[in-house]
């Protein structure tokens, strides 16, 4: 029998083709995260802090604020430690837990866009139902639910890249631990994996999608019977801003995992949008167009000018 070593440790050798720019992609990547952090902050302190948007619609936005500060905090410390000059290695417990969380967030995040177009539809399809349908313990139950298929949906993801044996070489070829790059270390056959886990990552997206979709289009109908030009306008801004976060966080899940024939470089940069410019975005998405969100972190900022001068 023959002896293999397993490896126990990985290098990230980060984002192809882009040497000699550490310092650049250093202090973009970590003003983006700063701004990431900051933004999703001022949206949650607005929502807790006004009673008004304590309503199911910002109690979703408020659990997607919490994803989007933790989503860019799983690959973005690290990749920041080493474009300062620190080591690239990372352990295979790190590598493990880097796969699991981005995923886990990332289906979260999946389902609770599904469950926010829902919630969306019940307003506008069945306003004077609403509150009944959209109960606390029914937000409570979806809200818990968009967790429990995105860590079952993780853990299959994860378990699947690794119970493949990993015996060298350790360069992972990328900025951080993901199912493409990992498979093709594994000292095994990977088609079958490959093509169970290519199913795995495009059928939980297309279903969401399709169901999100299913909602918008009975939205539209209900919205194009409303009288007033007023309230048209009013449902359709509403949705908007849903409708362009939706897209900003589908659109990379095609061209990073469902394209035949994958593109180191070009899969680097739209991961890149989607860790971190897409969580620093959702904020200005929800609150440009929004008046109520506006007014309340209007007086969060107030309230903080007001307290770091008299602490001052």
């Known amino acids: 029998m023959r002896n293999v070593s397993m490896v126990t440790m990985f290098i990230l050798l980060g984002i192809p083709h882009t040497e000699g720019l550490e310092t650049m992609l250093f202090v973009l990547f970590l003003s983006f995260y700063i701004f990431t952090l900051l933004g999703n902050l001022l949206i949650l302190l607005a929502i807790v802090s006004s009673t008004r948007l304590h309503t199911p619609m910002y109690f979703f936005l408020c659990k997607l604020s919490v994803c989007d500060i933790f989503f860019p905090s799983v690959s973005s410390p690290k990749m920041l430690f080493y474009l300062s000059g620190n080591s690239r290695t990372i352990s295979y417990a790190g590598c493990v837990s880097q796969l699991f969380f981005y995923h886990f967030l990332g289906c979260t995040e999946c389902f609770l866009y599904t469950v926010m177009a829902y919630d969306r539809f019940v307003a506008i399809c069945y306003p004077l139902r609403y509150t009944i349908i959209m109960s606390h313990r029914v937000c409570a139950i979806l809200a818990m639910g ?5 860590c079952t949906q993780a853990t299959f993801l994860t378990t699947l890249t690794f119970q493949l044996p990993y015996c060298g070489p350790s360069d992972v070829d990328y900025y951080f631990c993901d199912i493409p790059v990992m498979l093709k270390l594994a000292c095994a ?29 009975c939205i539209v109908c209900s919205i194009l019977q409303i009288q007033s030009t007023e309230g048209r306008r009013r449902a359709f801004s509403t949705c908007s801003a849903h409708l362009t976060a939706i897209l900003l966080s589908f659109m990379p899940v095609v061209l990073i995992y469902l394209q035949p024939t994958p593109n180191p470089w070009l ?3 739209v991961q890149v949008l989607n860790n971190l410019v897409t969580p620093m975005l959702n904020p200005l998405i929800y609150s440009l167009r929004n008046k109520e969100v506006k007014c309340s972190l209007r007086k969060v900022l107030q309230q903080m000018t007001s307290f770091f001068r008299s602490v001052g």
């Not at 093509?195 to 297309?206: E, Q």
């Open 189 to 217: 056959d990977t088609s079958s994996l490959e093509m169970v886990g290519f199913i795995s990552v495009g059928l939980m997206p297309l279903s969401c999608f399709l169901l999100i979709l299913t909602s918008y289009s």
């Open 146 to 150: 968009t967790s429990l298929f995105g």
């Open 267 to 269: 899969n680097a940069t």
